[in-house]
Nanobody, 114 residues
Framework: VQLQASGGGLVQAGGSLRLSCAGSGIIFSGKNLGWHRQAPGKQRELVAFISSVGNTYYADSVKGRFAISRDNGKKMVYLQMNNLKPEDTAVYYC?????????WGPGTQVTVSS
């Protein structure tokens, strides 16, 4: 199983980025998908989550700015990030999970300058 995140980079505050996570050796259907992030000196936190049936959850800090989506056929999960803020700076990780099983991607750096 491999997950590969991409789309990170350096952006000015107020800008947008779209993160993508591609899976191989794994079926996305029936699994919950999420994006987490970890800023320097902080614990990893859940940013957005999409269930196997499409229900979504967002951390309060990103509600109204971020949108998670999935394409099971392409084995992809996306995170559209708009109106980025310096506090969104972190390494972003995708995660695929179901009961008793979880897989993490290696992370992609997002840096938002003020």
């Amino acid at each position: 199983v491999q997950l590969q995140a991409s789309g990170g980079g350096l952006v000015q505050a107020g800008g947008s980025l779209r993160l993508s996570c591609a899976g191989s050796g794994i079926i996305f259907s029936g699994k919950n998908l999420g994006w987490h992030r970890q800023a320097p000196g902080k614990q990893r936190e859940l940013v957005a989550f999409i269930s196997s049936v499409g229900n979504t959850y967002y951390a309060d800090s990103v509600k109204g700015r971020f949108a998670i989506s999935r394409d099971n056929g392409k084995k992809m999960v996306y995170l559209q990030m708009n109106n980025l803020k310096p506090e969104d700076t972190a390494v972003y990780y995708c995660k695929v999970a179901q009961t008793g099983e979880e897989h993490w991607g290696p992370g992609t750096q997002v840096t938002v300058s003020s």
